[in-house]
């Protein structure tokens, strides 16, 4: 590791345990993840026993309590997990983040025991993979009011049909969370979240998309024809599907804003290692002073970034769930907007510093690069997470 990160990851908010966990994931990580990078992105693969591996460290599905199989850790420990996997496998941390952020988190704070027992312990060994299927072809920003899936009640089940598209490990999952509208009169105080197996009928995968960056990590388009639910599989209540929502939002913003951090740390080191090597006019290019404002202005944004980003990942471990919302809403929206716009800058930095080389398909810098662009998207738009920030400050 670069002494730059090092020295940087020694010096601010984490305490033993945090400083350990992340050690340790950098470690597992780049000795076990990094090389599948070039194939993932080059094939679109996505390797099936990486989540079973990571699930022996015992880091996936940190914050699931032990009896349901996790590690009982708070939720900066699965921030940590996140970076460390970023610096190493993008596309992997993306897939992680998918499955444990976004679908077990949500499992996890919202459903009955049952629910919890039949697919917890699978989801923290890895052998179960899980995805959220919430945008639409005509709701991503509006994703709750403009949503056309319905779940009609038949008996003791829920037919449910429509389209989800854009769907982060839709083609590999084995379970998915999954927003529908059971009372469409009442519009986005009419959805309901339930647990379907994708193997249940009427669960298709319409097509796998192809991506520009985070190419290894399977997005789908999903098509819901008449897939029969079980009213046990319904997560919290009936048309209280927003809450269930917007409470993992917020908890998905500041995870994003984790792996974004590993990104950019990556960029950094990349960026700092060229510099060393490559010679230009008799000398390596790190001698000249506008290479160094390059590698200074990146080191300056890692590094805010890591202290917002610590600072309010610590603040949501510290408050007990589902109270989160209030207290860290506009912080959430605007540590994933700086991170966002960070991430773009040190990535076209670090290509710049790579010259011709950051511009060639099979570089690590250009997979960060062309990655990166995903990180002022997901998750709501950089657009969104302003008019979320202005929300709160306006008191609208
Ligand atoms: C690779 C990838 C993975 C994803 N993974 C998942 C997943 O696992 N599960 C899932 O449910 N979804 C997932 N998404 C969907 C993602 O959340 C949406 O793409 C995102 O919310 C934006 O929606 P949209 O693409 O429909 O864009 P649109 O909402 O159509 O936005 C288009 C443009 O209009 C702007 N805009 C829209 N409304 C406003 C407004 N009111 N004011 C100002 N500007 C506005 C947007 O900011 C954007 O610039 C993924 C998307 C991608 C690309």
Same mark, same amino acid.
């Given at each position: 590791?670069?002494?730059?990160?090092?020295?940087?990851?020694?010096?601010?908010?984490?305490?033993?345990?945090?400083?350990?966990?992340?050690?340790?994931?950098?470690?597992?990580?780049?000795?076990?993840?990094?090389?599948?990078?070039?194939?993932?992105?080059?094939?679109?693969?996505?390797?099936?026993?990486?989540?079973?591996?990571?699930?022996?460290?015992?880091?996936?599905?940190?914050?699931?309590?032990?009896?349901?199989?996790?590690?009982?850790?708070?939720?900066?420990?699965?921030?940590?997990?996140?970076? &460390?996997?970023?610096?190493?496998?993008?596309?992997?941390?993306?897939?992680?983040?998918?499955?444990?952020?976004?679908?077990?988190?949500?499992?996890?704070?919202?459903?009955?025991?049952?629910?919890?027992?039949?697919?917890?312990?699978?989801?923290?060994?890895?052998?179960?993979?899980?995805?959220?299927?919430?945008?639409?072809?005509?709701?991503?920003?509006?994703?709750?009011?403009?949503?056309?899936?319905?779940?009609?009640?038949?008996?003791?089940?829920?037919?449910?049909?429509?389209?989800?598209?854009?769907?982060?490990?839709?083609?590999?999952?084995?379970?998915?969370?999954?927003?529908?509208?059971?009372?469409?009169?009442?519009?986005?105080?009419?959805?309901?979240?339930?647990?379907?197996?994708?193997?249940?009928?009427?669960?298709?995968?319409?097509?796998?998309?192809?991506?520009?960056?985070?190419?290894?990590?399977?997005?789908?388009?999903?098509?819901?024809?008449?897939? *029969?639910?079980?009213?046990?599989?319904?997560?919290?209540?009936?048309?209280?599907?927003?809450?269930?929502?917007?409470?993992?939002?917020?908890?998905? *913003?500041?995870?994003?804003?984790?792996?974004?951090?590993?990104?950019?740390?990556?960029?950094?080191?990349?960026?700092?290692?060229?510099?060393?090597?490559?010679?230009?006019?008799?000398?390596?290019?790190?001698?000249?002073?506008?290479?160094?404002?390059?590698?200074?202005?990146?080191?300056?944004?890692?590094?805010?970034?890591?202290?917002?980003?610590?600072?309010? &990942?610590?603040?949501?471990?510290?408050?007990?769930?589902?109270?989160?919302?209030?207290?860290?809403?506009?912080?959430?929206?605007?540590?994933?907007?700086?991170?966002?716009?960070?991430?773009?800058?040190?990535?076209?930095?670090?290509?710049?510093?790579?010259?011709?080389?950051?511009?060639?398909?099979?570089?690590?810098?250009?997979?960060?690069?062309?990655?990166?662009?995903?990180?002022?998207?997901?998750?709501?738009?950089?657009?969104? *997470?302003?008019?979320?920030?202005?929300?709160?400050?306006?008191?609208?």
């Amino acid at each position: 590791m670069s002494a730059v990160i090092t020295e940087s990851r020694q010096s601010y908010g984490l305490d033993d345990d945090h400083r350990e966990i992340l050690e340790q994931v950098d470690k597992f990580s780049k000795a076990n993840f990094w090389e599948l990078q070039e194939r993932m992105d080059n094939d679109e693969w996505w390797p099936d026993d990486a989540l079973p591996k990571l699930g022996q460290t015992g880091f996936l599905g940190a914050t699931v309590p032990p009896e349901l199989g996790g590690a009982g850790l708070d939720f900066a420990a699965s921030g940590l997990v996140l970076q &460390g996997v970023a610096r190493w496998n993008p596309s992997l941390s993306l897939g992680i983040l998918a499955h444990e952020n976004l679908c077990l988190n949500n499992i996890l704070h919202n459903a009955n025991d049952e629910i919890k027992q039949r697919y917890l312990p699978g989801m923290c060994d890895g052998s179960i993979v899980g995805c959220l299927s919430l945008t639409e072809p005509g709701a991503g920003s509006d994703a709750l009011g403009g949503m056309a899936t319905t779940a009609k009640l038949d008996g003791d089940h829920y037919v449910l049909n429509g389209t989800k598209l854009y769907i982060t490990n839709g083609p590999v999952a084995d379970v998915s969370l999954v927003y529908a509208k059971t009372s469409p009169e009442l519009g986005a105080k009419g959805i309901t979240a339930f647990v379907v197996d994708t193997k249940t009928e009427g669960f298709n995968v319409a097509q796998k998309l192809v991506k520009m960056g985070m190419r290894g990590t399977q997005t789908a388009e999903i098509v819901f024809d008449n897939c *029969r639910v079980p009213v046990e599989n319904v997560v919290g209540e009936v048309d209280q599907g927003v809450k269930v929502v917007m409470s993992g939002l917020d908890l998905e *913003r500041i995870g994003l804003s984790y792996m974004i951090l590993g990104m950019a740390e990556r960029c950094l080191e990349l960026a700092v290692d060229y510099a060393k090597d490559r010679k230009q006019f008799g000398k390596a290019i790190g001698e000249f002073q506008l290479v160094q404002g390059m590698l200074a202005e990146m080191y300056t944004e890692v590094e805010v970034l890591r202290s917002f980003c610590y600072d309010v &990942g610590n603040e949501v471990s510290e408050i007990e769930h589902g109270s989160a919302r209030s207290r860290v809403h506009k912080r959430s929206a605007a540590l994933v907007l700086q991170a966002g716009l960070m991430i773009m800058r040190v990535a076209d930095n670090a290509v710049q510093v790579h010259g011709g080389a950051g511009y060639i398909w099979e570089m690590e810098i250009n997979r960060l690069y062309r990655a990166g662009k995903l990180l002022q998207i997901g998750a709501g738009t950089n657009e969104v *997470r302003k008019i979320i920030i202005a929300r709160e400050l306006l008191g609208n």
